[in-house]
Structure formats: C-alpha cells, structure tokens
C-alpha cells in the first residue's frame, strides 16, 4: 500500500479501479479493507481510494489528535495526493461525520455524498442507554468468543438467525475490520471521543443543492433510523433510503443491496456533469 505523511501520521492508502475518483471513509474501529464488498463491486467504473485512519491498523503513529476535522483533513490531503480536484465522498458511522465535515469545509472538492448509517451530531450515538452499555461492556469482558459474540450483536441484525452471530461469521468478518471481532484496537476511545464532540447539524443547510444520499438500517442500534431521517431532513434535497432488516454492518451484510444504491446514485451525478 502507498503512504502519506501528514500531520505526524503516515497514512496507509489503497487505489484501485478506474473512472471517476471516489473516496470511502470508514467508521470507528475499522480499516479501510472494510470498504472491500463495496469497491469490488464499484471498481469496474470508478476509481475507489479506501485508507486508515490516523492511529488505526497500518496509518501509525496516530500523530496530531484525532478529531472529526482533522479526519477530513487527512482525506482532503489523501485528495491532493491523487491530483483530485474533487470526488464523490462516502461515508459509513463515524466516516459520514467525515464526509460531512469535508463537505462543509471543502464543498468545490465534493461531487456528491453517500452516507451510510450515520448521524449529524456525534453524541447522539455514543449516548448510553442501559442495553447499549451492557452489550459495549460484554464486548470488552469475558472470554474471547464472548466478545465477538457481543461485537456481532452491534452489527448484525437482532432478527438474523443465530448462525449470524457464529464464530464462523467472527473469523469471516475479521479481515474486513482490520483485527479479531474480540479485540478493539487502542484508537477506539480517540475515535469515539472525536465523534461525541462533533455536530454538523447547525450547518446542514448550507449543503442544499449537493447531491447527497443517506441511508439507514432498520435495526441498527448505534445510528437508528431516526437520526438517519434527520439527517437526511437537514440536507434540503438529500435522497433517504432504509433498508428493512438490516443492521449497522449493513455495508457488509447487504451489500448488493448498498452497492446498488451507491451506483445508481454516483451513476445519477456523473451523468449530470
């Protein structure tokens, strides 16, 4: 993988694919290899550039700290490295805050947004409710298999059947997320910080006539559908979609379904250049 320094970190970065230059941001505890159901998918016809945040997986040290701008910072300069002008952002949880805030900062540079199971204001997901507190604990405590099990019951929907939450499901999502299901990278905490102190809400307007898609899970329990349609209600003339029975890992667990929705609306934008 190609790298970049910049701000005391040196980010790991993949591109591959040709066509119009699209840029994924992930959320909290994930690689950019999580990106991979959709970039293979999307690569035939765009050009796909997936990367580690600062202080996660192969982007060390963390160097400057980490905060929802300095984040998009990091894709802008990542931007500049490809010699793009602009691209169409995607972004997944703590990455549609990301994309939000190099929208909101860099609007000329943004062909469009996607965002995926996200919010606006970052401390509407990490608020803690009884059952979210018990499940994040379990993913923390126990035995190894105890916590994957837990980490499966944040991303994979409460209605799939129990082999959904399987030690086999674990070991296959793994590479996606960049370390074992039982083990949460140090970052995470510096992560979820930057995403309780960010709130785009008061500047959503100013993004009206950017085309935009959000789409959200049904059962999702870290960014339910509520704050996906007040996202989306933010953004005069943003498209919203929900898909039924799918949950916060639905990049990964309905990817046909996302990945449809990603083409057609990239697809949308290109042919009204």
């Known amino acids: 993988m190609p790298t970049l320094d910049t701000h005391g970190s040196r980010l790991h970065y993949d591109v591959v694919g040709s066509g119009p230059p699209t840029v994924f941001i992930q959320g909290t505890g994930v690689r950019g290899a999580g990106w ?54 995607v972004g997944h949880s703590l990455g549609g805050l990301v994309a939000l805030e190099v929208a909101l900062a860099a609007r000329a540079r943004v062909r469009s947004l996607s965002l995926l199971c996200t919010f606006a204001r ?47 499901v674990a070991a296959e999502l ?16 510096a992560q979820l910080r930057a995403m309780t102190a960010y709130d785009a809400t008061p500047r959503l307007a100013t993004l009206a006539g950017l085309p935009t898609l959000v789409v959200s899970a049904e059962e999702d329990r870290i ?14 003339g943003a498209s919203y979609h929900e898909l039924g029975g799918a949950a916060h890992g639905m990049p990964i667990h309905r990817a046909a379904e996302v990945n449809g929705l990603l083409e057609q609306h990239l697809r949308r934008v290109e042919a009204a250049v």
């Open 36 to 89: 991979a159901p959709q970039t293979a998918a999307l690569q035939a016809e765009f050009t796909c550039l997936v990367f580690d945040h600062r202080g996660m997986g192969a982007s060390q040290p963390q160097g400057a700290r980490v905060t929802v701008p300095q984040l998009a910072q990091d894709t802008l300069a990542l931007m500049d490295a490809q010699g793009w002008s602009s691209a169409h952002i």
């Open 223 to 236: 960014a339910p559908p509520s704050l996906g349609r007040s996202l989306a209600a933010g953004i005069p």
């Open 122 to 168: 970052g401390r509407d997901a990490t608020r803690l409710t009884a059952a979210m507190l018990w499940t994040g604990l379990r993913t923390r405590i126990g035995t190894r298999a105890q916590r994957r099990r837990a980490f499966l019951e944040l991303v994979v929907p409460a209605s799939a059947p129990p082999a959904a939450r399987s030690a086999a």
């Open 174 to 189: 793994a590479p996606l997320f960049g370390h074992d299901l039982a083990d949460q990278p140090p970052i995470v905490m």
